[in-house]
C-alpha cells in the first residue's frame, strides 16, 4: 500500500480548482464569441465594411441607457494601447503570455476566489486575444454604456467585462489573503 507524500493533500484543491477553472475559461470564452459572432452576423452593424473602412459601424439604440455599437478595437481593453503592424503581434505575445502565466498560477491556485477571478482573466484574454486579434488584426467591441455613463466612454464586449471582474475578484482574494495570515 502507498503512503502519501506530503505533496497529494495541497494538491487537491489545487486539481479541483483547475476543473472549475478550465469551465470557467470555457464559458466565458463561449459567450464572448457567441457574443460577437452575434455582432458580425448582424447587418444593422456593418462589421466587416466598417472593419475595411468602407462604411461607418452600426449601432442599435436598445433602452435609453445602453445600446449596441460596434467597434473594433486594436488596443487591449477598453481601447487602450492601440496597436497596428508588427505591434499587433507584440501585443499578442504580451497578452498571451500573461494569460500562460495566469495559467500556470491557476495550476497551483489554492483558494477557490483565486481559481475563479484568474480563470475569469484567462478565458477574456484568450478571447480577445487568440481569436479576434489574430483573425482581424482588431477585437469586436460592442456594450455601449455611455449614455448612462457619460464618464465611462468606452464601449467593451464579454471578455473585456471577465478581465475586469476577474482582476477586481483578484484584488479582493489578494487582500482577503493578507488579511487571513495577519491575523
Do not use: H
Amino acid at each position: 500500500m502507498n503512503s502519501p507524500t506530503t505533496d497529494e493533500p495541497a494538491a487537491q484543491p489545487s486539481r479541483r480548482y483547475w476543473i472549475l477553472g478550465g469551465a470557467i475559461i470555457v464559458i466565458a470564452l463561449v459567450l464572448d464569441q457567441l457574443t460577437k459572432y452575434w455582432i458580425l452576423s448582424d447587418p444593422a452593424f456593418r462589421a466587416v465594411p466598417c472593419l475595411r473602412g468602407e462604411a461607418p459601424c452600426g449601432a442599435v439604440r436598445v433602452t435609453d441607457f445602453f445600446s449596441l455599437t460596434m467597434r473594433w478595437n486594436q488596443g487591449v481593453s477598453y481601447g487602450l494601447l492601440q496597436a497596428e503592424g508588427l505591434a499587433r503581434w507584440a501585443l499578442v505575445i504580451l497578452q498571451l503570455g500573461i494569460a500562460v502565466g495566469f495559467t500556470v498560477w491557476l495550476f497551483r491556485a489554492q483558494r477557490l476566489l483565486t481559481a475563479i477571478s484568474l480563470s475569469l482573466v484567462i478565458g477574456g484574454a484568450v478571447g480577445n486575444n487568440l481569436f479576434d486579434r489574430v483573425r482581424f488584426g482588431a477585437v469586436v467591441d460592442f456594450l455601449d454604456f455611455s449614455s448612462l455613463l457619460p464618464w465611462f466612454p468606452y464601449i467593451f464586449n464579454v471578455a473585456d467585462t471577465a478581465i475586469s471582474v476577474g482582476a477586481a475578484l483578484l484584488l479582493l482574494d489578494q487582500v482577503l489573503a493578507g488579511r487571513k495570515s495577519s491575523g
